[in-house]
């Protein structure tokens, strides 16, 4: 099928090209070892940072690529297609908390360095009773003098054991209501007294992933680490930011879905049972076509939605459509092509094993797809 994304033009082609060639060469025959680790490698980020593939939608002034979200979403595709799992999108995410709601200073400070992978950023809102229901977060951030002191503790943190800037969810305020306790506030991690990176979480899967618990003791930040400059306002700026992280899991899910059915198509060709190749039966035809029929309908919405954020255009509700529906039509489709590669399917030397349990998560991270819903029907 000769489809090409209506947003891709030659540098990004080009910049495509490279983002192959780095993550073939640098980052998927090291994969093993990352899993066996559970992180990636010391040295990945700045490697990365060297090639040009973070913050490649930033403005050029901090060090970013000054390019468009388009090459967040090619660097996505890339590291999806070579099921590898690194979360550059949650470090351009983090850079646009911070080129949005950081000082002049800080942004000069801390984008060129995130640019270059030396300092790596994470998201820490979740805590182990409070996921979903954001407004139950306790950690709590009390301001003394020209300080914030933070205590509590924060679970299932992306990037946590590389991380060198936390966005933090905090209640500033004990007695603000609800979600207007909630406050972000930017730790830089470094020697810091009090904090704590837990071990490695044991997941189903994206093993090479880092994810951690992060703890704090009386940590001690200067108050201007405040995002936003004022108390109160860390909800709706996690919302504002969100967008970002779901539009970027709904192009790893579409295409981690894309490469499963292509993986597939290659492997009924090939298998051979009661004397013909798995593709002559009509039973594998038609779960392929439907298959390449609900991606290709994903793709030309996803699209949409990518034209639409580069345009300033997308909305919360639609960010979430695709971010629910794309990781729900990943994991139909994966569990699929499963089901079609028989016992090797469940083998995990064979890619389509992993990806299996690597997509899971998509349905589950950055606001469930049940919670999607609920945003979903609160525009209706
Ligand atoms: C691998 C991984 C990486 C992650 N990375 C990060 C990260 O970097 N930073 C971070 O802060 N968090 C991170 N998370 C946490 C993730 O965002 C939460 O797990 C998610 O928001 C759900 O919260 P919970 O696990 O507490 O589930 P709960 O909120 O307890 O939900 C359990 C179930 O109840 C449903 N439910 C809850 N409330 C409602 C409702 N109102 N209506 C209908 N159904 C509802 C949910 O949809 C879900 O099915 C990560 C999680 C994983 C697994």
């Known amino acids: 099928m000769n489809y090409e994304s209506p947003w891709m033009d030659d ?146 943190v992306t990037n946590g054991w590389h991380a060198g800037l936390v966005c933090l969810a905090v209640k500033a305020d004990p007695n603000a209501p609800g979600l207007k306790g909630v406050s972000l506030i930017a730790v830089e991690t470094k020697d810091l007294a009090g904090y704590r990176v837990g071990k490695s979480l044991n997941k189903v899967g994206m093993h090479g992933q880092d994810t951690c618990e992060l703890f704090f003791d009386d940590v001690r930040v200067p108050a201007s680490n405040l995002l936003g400059g004022v108390e109160g306002r860390g909800f709706s700026q996690i919302m504002e930011k969100m967008t970002y992280e779901r539009l970027a899991i709904a192009v790893a899910a579409l295409t981690t879905a894309e490469r499963a059915i292509e993986l597939t198509a290659r492997y009924v060709n090939e298998r051979k049972a009661f004397g013909s190749a798995l593709i002559d039966f009509q039973n594998t035809r038609f779960k392929l076509a439907e298959c390449k029929t609900e991606a290709h309908i994903g793709r030309v919405f996803l699209d949409r939605c990518i034209a639409d954020f580069i345009d300033g255009k997308l909305d919360d509700a639609t960010a979430a459509m695709a971010k629910y529906w794309l990781s729900d039509c990943e994991c139909r489709i994966v569990d699929e092509c499963v089901q079609l590669h028989g016992g090797y399917g469940y083998m995990t030397e064979y890619p389509i094993a992993r990806m299996w349990t690597d997509s899971r998560v998509h349905r589950i991270y950055a606001g469930t797809n049940e919670i999607l819903k609920e945003l979903i029907a609160s525009s209706l």
């Open 11 to 156: 540098e990004l082609r080009m910049f495509r090209k490279t983002a192959r060639h780095f993550i073939e060469k640098e980052f998927a025959p090291h994969q093993d070892c990352w899993r066996k680790e559970q992180r990636p490698s010391d040295d990945a980020w700045t490697k990365a940072g060297e090639a040009g593939l973070l913050l490649s939608d930033l403005p050029a002034e901090y060090g970013g690529g000054g390019g468009t979200f388009a090459y967040e979403a090619v660097v996505v595709e890339e590291l999806a297609r070579a099921g590898v799992h690194f979360a550059t999108f949650i470090q351009s995410s983090i850079a646009h908390y911070v080129l949005h709601y950081a000082n002049e200073e800080q942004k000069r400070e801390w984008l060129p360095r995130m640019a270059l992978g030396e300092l790596v950023g994470a998201i820490a809102i979740t805590e182990a009773g409070a996921g979903s229901d954001v407004k139950a977060i306790r950690t709590t951030a009390r301001r003394i003098g020209e300080h914030y002191v933070i205590n509590g503790s924060k679970t299932f």
